[in-house]
Antibody
């Protein structure tokens, strides 16, 4: 059974940093691109970032470029999202998901709250 | 990258059919056959319902179907059931080599 389990969310002050993790199981993690998608409270889904199966290529939404870094450790079946210079508008549930060309499995998400 | 345009809400009675539209541009929906649809119940993670414009993953009811014409994709749900009440999001690959979602549509089963 494919499982994606996110962790690392919490309350952080504006300008602070946080690292999210997503542990994968039930499939060959190293064969898949992986994604981060976020959802602000009461709002829609927004693409954040993705990373190629071997980690050699990464892409970001303009809203997080230069502040967020996606990475992966295929030996640990783990996806990461390092978030720096956090802003109030980054407050959201962050989901990791497997793809592409569609996101066929999603984790349950981890809530990041940016507030003083 | 601007979000794809979806109606904020649609509704239908049990047994009826409804269609949700998803309008983009030639740089996303119109340019690629990588349109997906996701269903999200409150408090839950999204679930893939349609991929590649019109393909259903294993386990998804054949009451769900997808199509595309030009820059607009559509999700049709036939034989509406109470459990179909949820938020629905479309998504497309873009010419920027990233992905874009629609703003979401709240489906109410009357």
């Amino acid at each position: 059974e494919v499982q994606l389990v996110e962790s690392g969310g919490g309350l952080v002050q504006p300008g602070g940093s946080l690292r999210l993790s997503c542990v994968a199981s039930g499939f060959t993690f190293s064969s898949y691109w992986m994604y981060w998608v976020r959802q602000a409270p009461g709002k829609g889904l927004v693409y954040v970032s993705d990373i190629k199966s071997d980690g050699s290529s990464t892409r970001y939404a303009d809203s997080v470029k230069g502040r967020f870094t996606i990475s992966r450790d295929n030996a640990k079946n783990t996806l990461y999202l390092q978030m720096n210079s956090l802003r109030a508008e980054d407050t959201a549930v962050y989901y990791c998901a497997r793809g592409p060309p569609s996101l066929d499995y999603w984790g349950q998400g981890t809530l990041v709250t940016v507030s003083s | 990258q601007s979000a794809l345009t979806q109606p904020a809400s649609v509704s239908g009675s049990p047994g009826q059919s409804i269609t949700i539209s998803c309008t983009g541009t030639s740089s996303d929906v119109g340019g690629y056959n990588y349109v997906s649809w996701y269903q999200q119940h409150p408090g839950n993670a999204p679930k893939l319902m349609i991929y590649g414009v019109s393909n259903r993953p294993s386990g998804v009811s054949n009451r769900f179907s997808g199509s595309k014409s030009g820059n607009t994709a559509s999700l049709t749900i036939s034989g509406l059931q109470a459990e179909d009440e949820a938020d629905y999001y479309c998504s497309s690959y873009t010419s920027s080599a990233t992905w874009v979602f629609g703003g979401g549509t709240k489906l109410t089963v009357l």
